[in-house]
């Protein structure tokens, strides 16, 4: 079982950039892949970006170029680096963790473990 812990939200204004950081409890945290998620008021859960084990990365077409994506296993952690942010970007961010995946999914049920979430918002 992993604890997932998001922090590093805030209110940015548009062009902007922000690192969230997803912090996990747990000694196997290499073999989770990590998800990130987002919701925004009204709206459903939507895929942002996920990692693999092996370091691959995916990422949803709105976010390419801008959002990258990493981990430091070392430090049981995983990244979301966010530049460029506009309006459309703000909701609330989660990390999510599933073990033992080949590859990536960007699906929200595929994952077992979720963070509490981060808020985002973009000034315009």
């Known amino acids: 079982q992993v604890q997932l812990v998001e922090s590093g939200g805030g209110l940015v204004q548009a062009g902007g950039s922000l690192r969230l950081s997803c912090a996990a409890s747990g000694r196997t945290f290499c073999s989770y892949a990590m998800g990130w998620f987002r919701q925004a008021p009204g709206k459903e859960r939507e895929f942002v970006a996920a990692?693999?084990?092996?370091?691959?990365?995916y990422y949803t077409e709105s976010v390419k170029g801008r959002f990258t994506a990493s981990r430091d296993n070392a430090k049981n952690t995983v990244y979301l680096q966010m530049n460029n942010l506009n309006p459309e970007d703000t909701a609330v961010y989660y990390c999510a963790a599933v073990q033992n995946l080949v590859g990536v999914s960007t699906g929200a049920g595929d994952y077992n473990y979720w963070g509490q979430g981060t808020q985002v918002t973009v000034s315009s």
């Open positions: 990692i693999s084990r092996r370091l691959n990365t």
